[in-house]
């Protein structure tokens, strides 16, 4: 069901900056993106069959603002990739598992998300992501 790690999102300040410094470990942005329904600017950046993705506020009352002013900077979410996203999500249900988002919404890089309530998982705030191909 769950195939591997999608992506990490990490939040940052600055995208430019949080770039170059990926730039310097001999890392490339593959694409941009802004995704006006989160309120973010996406760099995405492969590492084998993985990308990381960094994620920057375009506005103050973007999630990402919201966590760097809670956490600072840092790791976001981990995104899990999975073949029928619906299906993972009712079984997550089914497991007792506390959803964010019960239906599937659109994400960044044409993929599908839904994430999965923090309280339910460690702590950590998990994504369940059907990857455009
Ligand atoms: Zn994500």
Redesign the pocket.
Known sequence: MIKKI??I?IAVKNLDEAVKFYEKLGLQVEAYEVVPSQKVKVAFIPIGDTRI?L?SATSEDSPIAKFIEKKGEGIQ?I?LAVDDLPKALSEAEKQEIVLIDKEPRP??HG?D?AFLHPKSTNGVLL?L?KEKH
């Open positions: 999608s992506h999102g993705e994620l979410h995104a994400g960044a993929a998300i994504e992501c």
